[in-house]
């Protein structure tokens, strides 16, 4: 199975053409007015942070750590994403505890869906990555024993810092992901740190080429600096339906036009 976020898109005349740079993302849209904002706004993709409320009622709530607690709930933040029902959602796990009664409230909205549903977790320590992942053979028999339609984002813990020199994903790295992923049957994007891109060009190039369920999604931190024209690399080599940008306006805009 192939990734259909693109086609979605196409089909419904929010896209003109199977190039991912045109997908544009809502982020952190972990409160009421936050979702209320995107359903209106330009983004295609809505994304979202997930954890267990850190007090009674326990349920999975719509947060980033270290917040344990929300003015939304999964379940009202799907209903009323679900009015609209013309923008694909990410669901980024910030815990494992929340991932199965989460499936659960996919599973009951997921008939009669249709949009893209991405579910990320990042499943593997990467480039000075000092965050816990998530245990990843638990993510995925989770997330592989439902029954929805979903795409897969499965990325790596990172750093970067200005002040030194920053790795950037290893051989060990993209084989192990790899070897995670291969068994798996949905399709699989890897969310990677732009910032670290320059230095990680053949082993994405390897890693792309090992199936046609994968793609890439570049992302960046707030306080990340990188060269768009350390990117230029990926938009020339790789089909223009296999990279997703996850970028300030600005950096997507100059690689879609590249």
Known sequence: ????????????GQIQEDDASHIQWSHATNSKHKVVAALNGPCHMIEADILMRGNEPK?????????RDSDITL?????????????????????????????????????????????NADILPGPQGTATPLVAQAFLDAVGSGASPVLL???WTTGWSSE???PGYSWAMVRQM?????????????????ALLAQSFDQMKWLLQQSDRYT???????????????????????????????????ERLEL???
């Not at 796990?93 to 893209?116: I, N, Q, R, T, Y």
Request: charged share 25%; net charge negative; proline share 8%.
């Open 75 to 119: 379940q009202e933040w799907l209903e009323e994403v679900k009015k609209q029902n013309n923008k694909g959602i990410k669901l980024d796990f910030k815990s494992l505890e929340a991932v199965v009664p989460s499936l659960a409230f996919l599973e009951k909205v997921s008939g009669d869906w249709g949009a893209p549903m991405w579910l």
């Open 216 to 250: 890439l999604t570049v992302w960046t931190g707030q306080e990340d600096v990188f060269a768009v024209e350390d990117l230029l690399p990926y938009r020339r080599h790789f089909g223009r339906s296999k990279i997703y940008y996850d970028l300030p306006d600005s």
């Open 59 to 67: 349920e999975p709530i719509m947060a980033h750590p270290p917040m």
């Open 164 to 166: 030194t020199d920053n």
């Open 153 to 155: 984002s499965l990325g």
């Open 1 to 12: 199975m192939t990734d259909p976020t693109l086609d979605y898109f196409i089909n419904l």
């Open 256 to 258: 879609c036009n590249a």
């Open 178 to 194: 790899e070897e995670a992923c291969r068994g798996l049957r949905h399709p699989v994007t890897f969310p990677v740190r732009a």
